[in-house]
C-alpha cells in the first residue's frame, strides 16, 4: 500500500499539469494554457501522459510506406522531427514524449506541436474522428468551421466570439459517435493584420511561434467553453468572394445535398489522412465520417474578403438558420463545385 501511494506522489510531482480535452484526462510535465483544466485533481491511471523523453533512448521503428523523412509512423507509433524544435513521438494512444532540440528552443514553440500535431495523431491511434476544424457554440449548439490554411476560420471565429459566440475547440476538432464535439485547445491564432482589423491589442498577445506575426489569443481574452456540445451544423469555408450588383460583400451558404459529397469534404478535412493510413485507422475514418454526415448536415460557406465585411456581414446573418443564406447559383455553378469538391 504505501509503494502504490509513493507511487502515485512520485506521478503527481512529474506531472504537475491536469487538463481535460478530446473527452480525455491528460496529464503533463509542462504547461500548457491552450487547453482546458481538469476538473478534478485525482490522478486518474488511465490519464494520457505528456512528458519530456530522450528521443535517443526510444526503442528503433520499422517505418511503414506512409512515412516521409521527417515523419516516421508505423502502427501505434509517430514520430516526427522538426530541425531546430524538436522530436516529437505519440505511442499507442497513451503517451505524447517530446524533447527540444537545444535550450532556445521556448515552451511555446514546443507546444505549438504537442497541442495539435502530437495529440491528433495520439486521438487517431485511439480511433477518434479528428478534423481539422474550429468548433464555436451558441444556444447550446455547436457548429463546426473546416477550410484550408488561410480560408479565415480564426478570423471569422473571432468576429464570432465579438459576437457572443464562444469557442469550444481550434484548429482539431473531435466528434463523438454520439456527435458531440469535445472541448479542445482553445486559442486562436492570428495574423498581424487581422488582429489589427479585429480592435484587439495585438502587442499584448503572445507569439504563436519566434519569428512569426502571428499572436495566439487565449483566455481569458477568447470566450470560451469546456463542456461537450451536440454538433448542429459544418460549414466548409470557400475562398471565393461574393459581391452584390450594389457592390456589398454577404455571406451565403449552399447544403451540400449528395452524400458521397459530404463524405469526401469531411475526409479531405481529416487530420492529415496519411496519418489515418499509417495507424491503419483509415476504414475507421470512412465509418465514423460516414456516420456524421447522416446525422449533421454540411454546407459550403462563401466570406466576404477583409474583416470589416466579415463583421457587418454577419449582423445581418444567423449560422445556426443556413436556410436564410442560401445562394441560388446557376445549375452550372452547383455542378461546377461537386465536381471540385469531388476531385482528388
Known amino acids: 500500500m504505501s509503494s502504490q501511494l509513493g507511487g502515485l506522489m512520485s506521478e503527481l510531482t512529474k506531472y504537475q499539469h491536469n487538463y481535460g480535452a478530446f473527452g480525455l484526462n491528460i496529464l503533463s510535465d509542462m504547461l500548457l494554457p491552450e487547453l482546458p483544466v481538469h476538473a478534478s485533481t485525482d490522478l486518474n491511471p488511465a490519464a494520457v501522459r505528456i512528458m519530456a523523453s530522450s528521443h535517443e533512448g526510444w526503442p528503433s521503428l520499422v517505418a511503414n510506406e506512409h512515412s516521409t523523412p521527417l515523419l516516421q509512423m508505423a502502427a501505434g507509433d509517430w514520430r516526427l522531427e522538426l530541425e531546430g524544435i524538436g522530436w516529437f513521438r505519440a505511442h499507442a494512444g497513451e503517451t505524447l514524449s517530446y524533447e527540444r532540440w537545444d535550450d532556445s528552443v521556448s515552451d511555446r514553440d514546443l507546444r505549438t506541436f504537442l497541442v495539435t500535431s502530437g495529440l491528433a495523431a495520439l486521438l487517431i491511434q485511439r480511433g477518434a474522428l479528428v478534423l481539422q476544424g474550429t468548433t464555436l457554440v451558441r444556444d447550446g449548439q455547436a457548429v463546426m468551421l473546416l477550410g484550408t490554411p488561410a480560408s479565415g476560420k480564426s478570423t471569422l471565429a473571432c468576429c464570432l466570439q465579438q459576437d457572443g459566440w464562444q469557442l469550444l475547440s481550434s484548429e482539431l476538432s473531435v466528434v463523438s459517435e454520439q456527435g458531440l464535439v469535445w472541448p479542445g485547445p482553445q486559442q486562436l491564432k492570428l495574423w498581424h493584420d487581422s488582429a489589427a482589423a479585429l480592435g484587439l ?19 481569458p481574452d477568447a470566450n470560451v467553453i469546456s463542456q461537450p456540445v451536440p454538433l448542429a451544423l459544418i460549414y466548409s469555408i470557400s475562398g471565393a468572394k461574393r459581391e452584390t450588383e450594389a457592390g456589398e460583400c454577404e455571406i451565403e451558404t449552399r447544403r451540400i445535398e449528395r452524400q458521397a459529397v459530404a463524405l469526401l469534404m469531411l475526409r479531405n478535412n481529416a487530420y492529415q489522412p496519411r496519418v489515418y493510413r499509417a495507424m491503419n485507422q483509415e476504414a475507421n475514418l470512412f465509418l465514423q465520417a460516414s456516420a456524421l454526415t447522416r446525422r449533421v448536415q454540411s454546407h459550403r460557406l462563401t466570406l466576404p474578403d477583409g474583416v470589416k465585411r466579415m463583421q457587418e456581414a454577419l449582423e445581418k446573418v444567423d449560422l445556426l438558420a443556413p436556410g436564410s443564406l442560401e445562394a441560388k447559383p446557376p445549375a452550372e455553378l452547383e455542378a461546377s463545385a461537386e465536381a471540385k469538391e469531388e476531385a482528388p
Do not use: S, T
Request: hydrophobic share 45%; no cysteine; aromatic share 10%.
Open 201 to 219: 491589442d495585438w502587442a499584448q498577445l503572445p507569439l504563436v511561434r519566434r519569428g512569426l506575426k502571428r499572436y495566439a489569443l487565449l483566455p
